[in-house]
């Protein structure tokens, strides 16, 4: 008998805990979509950025000397 109660208070203990861990991701959640970063906005490119006039098609390798 004393081995169902043990069960039965853990199970619930386990329970408990889930539940307070599933309700802090959604409190965090919700906070995290109020306070968006300035780092996670869109915006235009300015006027003055560079555009290279050539196209690169690729690099290509090079062996590095075994003696050094």
């Known amino acids: 008998m004393r081995g169902k ?6 199970a619930l203990l386990i329970l408990s805990t889930l ?3 599933a309700s ?3 409190k965090m959640s919700d ?3 109020l306070n968006t970063l300035p780092e996670h906005e869109v915006r235009p490119l ?3 950025t560079f555009r290279p ?5 690729e ?3 090079v062996n590095f000397p075994v003696d050094i």
């Open 53 to 57: 006039s050539e196209k690169v098609s």
């Open 5 to 10: 109660k043990s069960i039965f208070l853990i």
């Open 46 to 48: 300015p006027k003055d």
């Open 59 to 61: 690099d290509f390798p």
């Open 31 to 33: 906070e995290s979509n």
């Open 19 to 21: 539940e307070l861990i």
């Open 24 to 26: 802090d991701d959604k």
